[in-house]
């Protein structure tokens, strides 16, 4: 690695790559109360950056739709959950852009669109709702939708579901760089950076941002993905590799020391993804009514479970700076089941 300060490596590496402005960066970190055995709290808020209602997506789809412009594409083309917030968030950015979006999203067709297909349709996309929910099906869909549209004379770039490419990853490997300067600002000295993980870019770029601060010789938190998804949590490898794609678009490397170790944590994960855990309703709960955050069950929730129940167990101690980042979600709370009803 070359003898620039991490930061301003991180910036070289990203200016070489096309990227369109469509968050409002650096979303803020705000101190919160103290958690159970008094480390201090804080928060980074993804949930503000701004893109149609905001969300981690916001900051991958700078980088996406940067490459897909620079390709010479007409439409967008994405997949995911039927309450998907990358779906929504995409359709944001394709009308900010002036682009269609096209969304293939799994679960049944709804009479009233709620929370994020009813922005996703405010937003002017297009809904293929496919009935399935599974992962590769979803993926296949939208592959064959790219098929159909080329077929038909458009420019189609395909996004996978969470925009989880190392083009999107990158948007987090300068995100970790955004948190460092504004830890250094606010004499925040986080032992641990706690975020939810499902597609796995989130992961990978903070996993590839941070190890370009430790290849420096610099001190690094503990990065902890909290796992809300069964299929990122069967393949911590793929996670590696994305983190070493993702510094190689940037023209670095990092040796497999420096991404080590891997913290994915399952234990707040419960029966599956989307479905509520009692932990998640508590921690959301918590956080409404210690800050006035607004989690969501499916990601932010797990999470923040994760965070109240590592402070429980005497992870860190009193005065320690725990990051819990905040990654979005909050439209699924206004779609039906998306609000704890006890509690
Ligand atoms: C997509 C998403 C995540 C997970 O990010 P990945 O990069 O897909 O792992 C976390 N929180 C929210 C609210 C999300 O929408």
């Known amino acids: 690695m070359s003898g620039l300060h991490p930061a ?30 008094g480390a201090r709290l ?29 390709a010479g594409a007409d439409v967008l083309v994405t997949a995911g959950a039927g309450q998907s917030n990358h779906c929504r968030t995409t359709a944001a950015a394709g009308a900010r852009l002036g682009l269609p979006v096209h969304l293939v999203l799994g679960g049944p067709e709804v009479a009233e669109p709620a929370g994020n297909q009813l922005l ?19 993926e296949a869909a939208k592959d064959a939708l790219c098929a159909r549209l080329e077929q038909d004379g458009a420019r189609p770039y395909g996004i996978p579901i969470g925009g989880s490419t190392p083009v999107g990853a990158v948007g987090f490997a ?9 830890c250094a600002d606010e004499a925040c000295r986080p032992s641990a950076v706690v975020h939810a993980t ?54 670095l490397e990092s040796s497999a020391d420096a ?12 029966p599956d993804y989307g479905v509520p855990t009692a932990e998640g309703d508590a921690a959301l709960h918590w956080a409404a009514r210690h800050g006035g955050w607004v989690l969501d069950r499916t990601y932010t929730a797990k999470a923040l479970a994760a965070v109240l129940a ?34």
């Open 198 to 251: 499902s597609s796995g870019a989130t992961h990978a770029g903070l996993l590839a941002g941070r190890a370009v601060y430790r290849a420096a010789g610099l001190t690094v938190p503990d990065l902890v993905a909290v796992a809300v998804a069964k299929g990122i949590v069967l393949d911590e490898t793929a996670v590696v590799g994305l983190a070493r794609e993702t510094l190689g678009l940037l023209g």
């Open 310 to 343: 590592l402070a429980d167990a005497g992870r860190w101690a009193p005065g320690d700076d725990v990051v819990f980042w905040h990654t979005g979600g909050v439209p699924s709370l206004f779609a039906p089941g998306g609000y704890p009803t006890s509690g």
């Open 120 to 138: 996703s349709r405010l937003f002017g996309a297009h809904q293929h709702m496919v009935g399935t929910s599974a992962w590769p099906e979803l």
């Open 8 to 37: 301003a490596a991180l910036a070289a590496g990203a200016a070489v790559l096309p990227r369109a402005s469509l968050a409002t960066l650096p979303t803020p970190l705000e101190p919160g109360p103290p958690l159970p055995g």
């Open 259 to 270: 991404l080590a170790p891997l913290e994915l944590r399952t234990d707040e994960l419960g």
């Open 174 to 182: 300068l995100a970790w760089r955004e948190l460092m300067e504004q």
């Open 42 to 70: 804080w928060v980074k808020r993804d949930d503000l950056t701004g893109l149609g209602l905001g969300g981690n997506k916001a900051r991958k789809l700078e980088l996406l739709c940067g490459a897909a412009l620079a």
